[in-house]
């Protein structure tokens, strides 16, 4: 079964500790991983798209990151304003031209001042 | 990004009645739309797929005359809980699937009371 984990459930961290969210997944054949943020009350928030291990964006304090397994999105000296729920999902190949995602349960970032 | 809004953002309504949720794509054309359930502190649950000129797919253990889906043109799609109940309350989202990079991108979501 196509499973996607994402790692810490909650993070604590301090304003300007670097830390990584990771997303791992059992989905062969990737056709998509992406990423997205949400904040509370809201609709989710596109970030990233990956489509190839060791394929990398960036954006602002933010570098997601792919492997065969996992990927990663790495927060670089973050702000309080970066504290928010962080979504990862993947696109399997069974979805065909649907576009159907698999999301995995989220990891909510805290970052304190 | 691209812009997708959603209407109302919350609605309160009454037991037994139905409450309409409109979903628009406002920069590009969607041919596919999703509508998607989201309890407190989970992750986003699937309920349907919304495809445009045809009848929505929907998830297993989602009733599909309880949730109506009408896609009546590449922008805009709908969503009507039929003889509402209080554990029909959540909050709804839609999302638009961008044809030509496959990203889907979500509205602001409608919280939904039923009392």
């Not at chain 1, 065909?96 to 001042?113: A, M, R, S």
């Given at each position: 079964?196509?499973?996607?984990?994402?790692?810490?459930?909650?993070l604590r961290l301090?304003?300007?500790?670097?830390?990584?969210?990771?997303?791992?997944?059992?989905?062969?054949?990737?056709?998509?991983?992406?990423?997205?943020?949400?904040?509370?009350?809201?609709?989710?928030?596109?970030?990233?798209?990956?489509?190839?291990?060791?394929?990398?964006?960036?954006?602002?304090?933010?570098?997601?990151?792919?492997?065969?397994?996992?990927?990663?999105?790495?927060?670089?000296?973050?702000?309080?304003?970066?504290?928010?729920?962080?979504?990862?999902?993947?696109?399997?190949p069974g979805s065909?031209?649907?576009?159907?995602?698999?999301?995995?349960?989220?990891?909510?970032?805290?970052?304190?001042? | 990004?691209?812009?997708?809004?959603?209407?109302?953002?919350?609605?309160?309504?009454?037991?037994?009645?139905?409450?309409?949720?409109?979903?628009?794509?406002?920069?590009?054309?969607?041919?596919?739309?999703?509508?998607?359930?989201?309890?407190?502190?989970?992750?986003?649950?699937?309920?349907?797929?919304?495809?445009?000129?045809?009848?929505?797919?929907?998830?297993?253990?989602?009733?599909?005359?309880?949730?109506?889906?009408?896609?009546?043109?590449?922008?805009?799609?709908?969503?009507?809980?039929?003889?509402?109940?209080?554990?029909?309350?959540?909050?709804?989202?839609?999302?638009?699937?961008?044809?030509?990079?496959?990203?889907?991108?979500?509205?602001?979501?409608?919280?939904?009371?039923?009392?």
């Open positions: 079964e196509d499973q996607v984990t994402q790692s810490p459930e909650a301090q304003e300007g500790e670097s830390s990584s969210l990771n997303c791992s997944y059992t989905v062969s054949g990737l056709r998509g991983l992406f990423w997205y943020r949400q904040d509370p009350g809201k609709g989710p928030e596109f970030l990233f798209t990956l489509y190839s291990a060791g394929e990398e964006k960036e954006k602002e304090r933010l570098k997601a990151t792919l492997t065969k397994k996992e990927s990663f999105l790495h927060i670089t000296a973050p702000k309080p304003e970066d504290s928010a729920t962080y979504l990862c999902a993947v696109r399997p065909g031209n649907t576009g159907k995602l698999i999301f995995g349960q989220g990891t909510t970032l805290q970052v304190k001042p | 990004g691209a812009v997708v809004s959603q209407h109302p953002s919350w609605v309160i309504c009454k037991s037994g009645t139905s409450v309409k949720i409109e979903c628009r794509s406002l920069d590009f054309q969607a041919t596919t739309m999703f509508w998607y359930r989201q309890f407190p502190k989970q992750s986003l649950m699937l309920m349907a797929t919304s495809n445009e000129g045809s009848k929505a797919t929907y998830e297993q253990g989602v009733e599909k005359d309880k949730f109506l889906i009408n896609h009546a043109s590449l922008t805009l799609s709908t969503l009507t809980v039929t003889s509402a109940h209080p554990e029909d309350s959540s909050f709804y989202i839609c999302s638009a699937l961008n044809p030509g990079s496959h990203e889907q991108y979500f509205g602001p979501g409608t919280r939904l009371t039923v009392t």
